[in-house]
T-cell receptor
Framework: AQSVTQLDSHVSVSEGTPVLLRCNYSSSYSPSLFWYVQHPNKGLQLLLKYTSAATLVKGINGFEAEFKKSETSFHLTKPSAHMSDAAEYFCVVSGGGADGLTFGKGTHLIIQP | GAGVSQSPRYKVAKRGQDVALRCDPISGHVSLFWYQQALGQGPEFLTYFQNEAQLDKSGLPSDRFFAERPEGSVSTLKIQRTQQEDSAVYLC????????????FGSGTRLTVV
């Protein structure tokens, strides 16, 4: 069994300031972890993925995440927020036999001008 | 095509009506998944195909839900006798293989049952 907990349903930051979106996971397997972004009325877009290689993963648009096994965390960060980053972000875990994905409930990122 | 295509983009159904939602995966992608995303929630797994074989349907919420992929490419998700609780966005994703290949999601079909 696997699960994901996104610790904040909403995060609001000012443009140009750092972003931190928190995610904790639970998995019976060695997990693969992902962050997806969903803009309004758009499809889910993969930001980055961890699949047991380097623990610090760099993704698109300046985002990165660090896998910490001891803390069962996979937090998403970005040094400087841009208005175009406003969207819904999903932390996702995979590790079951069917390679299906288990999504968190999402974090709504708001960027203040 | 370049991406995963889903149709229709929007569907309004009267309660009790049957609906069929279509997914055209990326050509050559072996794996195909269906997810249901209720308003304000994360997507939840419905079912998984590897080529034409439905390997996991554990997420289908009731026997009113049925999915098929007869030739290993296009997939159809059918919902019989729709209920209001079926209102959601239905997402399709495809993958060349397993996790390491990544998944590409379609834009989804927004189903509203009135």
């Amino acid at each position: 069994a696997q699960s994901v907990t996104q610790l904040d349903s909403h995060v609001s930051v000012s443009e140009g300031t750092p972003v931190l979106l928190r995610c904790n996971y639970s998995s019976s397997y060695s997990p693969s972890l992902f962050w997806y972004v969903q803009h309004p009325n758009k499809g889910l877009q993969l930001l980055l993925k961890y699949t047991s290689a380097a623990t610090l993963v760099k993704g698109i648009n300046g985002f990165e995440a660090e896998f910490k096994k001891s803390e069962t965390s996979f937090h998403l960060t970005k040094p400087s927020a841009h208005m175009s980053d406003a969207a819904e972000y999903f932390c996702v875990v995979s590790g079951g036999g069917a390679d299906g994905l288990t999504f968190g409930k999402g974090t709504h990122l708001i960027i203040q001008p | 095509g370049a991406g995963v295509s889903q149709s229709p983009r929007y569907k309004v159904a009267k309660r009790g009506q049957d609906v069929a939602l279509r997914c055209d995966p990326i050509s050559g992608h072996v794996s195909l998944f269906w997810y249901q995303q209720a308003l304000g929630q994360g997507p939840e797994f419905l079912t998984y195909f590897q080529n034409e074989a439905q390997l996991d349907k554990s997420g289908l919420p009731s026997d009113r839900f049925f999915a098929e992929r007869p030739e290993g490419s296009v997939s159809t998700l059918k919902i019989q006798r729709t209920q209001q609780e079926d209102s959601a966005v239905y997402l399709c994703a495809s993958s060349l293989g397993g996790i390491d290949y990544g998944y590409t999601f379609g834009s989804g079909t927004r189903l509203t049952v009135v």
